[in-house]
Nanobody
Framework: VQLQASGGGSVQAGGSLRLACAASGSIFSISVMGWYRQAPGKSREMVASISEGGNTDYANSVKGRFTISRDNAKNTVYLQMNSLESEDTGVYYC??????????WGQGTLVTVSS
């Protein structure tokens, strides 16, 4: 499984961005896809995830502001980020869990929110 992330950028606080993560390879084996982020000087944290059945999970800090969705026809997962805050700044990584015990990461995409 390979992941290609896109959509990062710079935005002012209160603005919106949408990230996309396209999966290729053995996509039939993917069970969960998600987004993680790493802020400067901090450890990587889960932001949002979506299962193959469509169940979603969010970090408390983004609930009500971020929405994760998937387009199965395009093998792509999206993260719509609204009402962005400076604390949302970081490198965002796409993640896929597959074959029960494996996971893979996409390249990071930088999100910068200025106040």
């Amino acid at each position: 499984v390979q992941l290609q992330a896109s959509g990062g950028g710079s935005v002012q606080a209160g603005g919106s961005l949408r990230l996309a993560c396209a999966a290729s390879g053995s996509i039939f084996s993917i069970s969960v896809m998600g987004w993680y982020r790493q802020a400067p000087g901090k450890s990587r944290e889960m932001v949002a995830s979506i299962s193959e059945g469509g169940n979603t999970d969010y970090a408390n800090s983004v609930k009500g502001r971020f929405t994760i969705s998937r387009d199965n026809a395009k093998n792509t997962v999206y993260l719509q980020m609204n009402s962005l805050e400076s604390e949302d700044t970081g490198v965002y990584y796409c993640n896929a869990k597959y074959n029960l015990i494996h996971q893979t990461w996409g390249q990071g995409t930088l999100v910068t929110v200025s106040s």
